[in-house]
């Protein structure tokens, strides 16, 4: 059986003052006591589509279809805290993305229908433009959580470059994921 390779396609935010006001927004969640198991900050990223598991000998096609994607360096605005589903089911909190949501789109939707050319299936979620910073294990403290996004839900981050589109590899430790990146398309401006 081949080997396999975790992977998903990003944008990687590689600002070390916005990773800085990210590590400060969760350390703020933190405090609320709530059961939440934190992104590292080296690893918050933009993702544009996750693709599971894939072959080593699929990775230069999935590269080629990538470098297909018609977009020019743009920024993207960093702002504000929220919840998937919803804040009062929060699973997934999340960084929201402003300016650049739309480029971001415009980019997913030329993706998609080049990887369903290459056989993976649909992407079954709407795409929703962020950046994960936590997931929550468990009820705990939900309504310290719930006010602490709520108090936070304009926070402004910064602004970052969005050049380079990269396919990542997740390699999964007991530590969390090791991202690394196996291929960049990174278009002249």
């Known amino acids: 059986m081949p080997e396999t390779i975790r992977s998903f396609i990003a944008f990687d935010i590689d600002n070390d003052s916005i990773l800085e006001k990210i590590t400060n927004i969760q350390s703020l969640l933190v405090k609320t006591?709530?059961?939440?198991?934190?992104?590292?900050?080296?690893?918050?990223?933009?993702?544009?589509r996750f693709l599971g598991n894939i072959t080593p000998n699929i990775v230069e096609k999935i590269f080629e279809e990538m470098k297909k994607v018609q977009f020019t360096p743009f920024n993207v605005k960093i702002c504000g805290i929220g919840a998937f589903p919803?804040?009062?089911?929060?699973?997934?909190l999340w960084v929201g993305?402003?300016?650049?949501?739309?480029?971001?789109r415009n980019i997913f939707n030329q993706l998609e229908p080049r990887l369903r050319s290459l056989g993976f299936a649909p992407d079954t979620k709407s795409f929703s433009p962020h950046?994960?910073?936590a997931r929550v294990k468990s009820g705990r403290n939900k309504a310290e959580?719930?006010?602490?996004?709520?108090?936070?839900?304009n926070y402004e981050f910064g602004i970052v470059k969005a050049d380079c589109l990269r396919l990542k590899r997740s390699d999964l430790t007991p530590k969390g994921p090791i991202y690394s990146t196996l291929k960049q398309f990174c278009p002249q401006k």
């Not at 006591?33 to 544009?48: E, Q, R, S, W, Y």
């Not at 993305?97 to 971001?104: K, M, N, R, S, Y």
């Not at 959580?145 to 839900?153: D, F, G, K, Y």
């Open 86 to 92: 919803h804040l009062r089911y929060p699973r997934v």
């Open 145 to 153: 959580l719930v006010r602490c996004i709520t108090e936070n839900s």
């Open 97 to 104: 993305i402003t300016e650049g949501a739309d480029h971001l």
């Open 33 to 48: 006591g709530a059961d939440l198991k934190l992104v590292k900050p080296k690893n918050v990223h933009i993702t544009m």
């Open 131 to 133: 950046l994960t910073i």
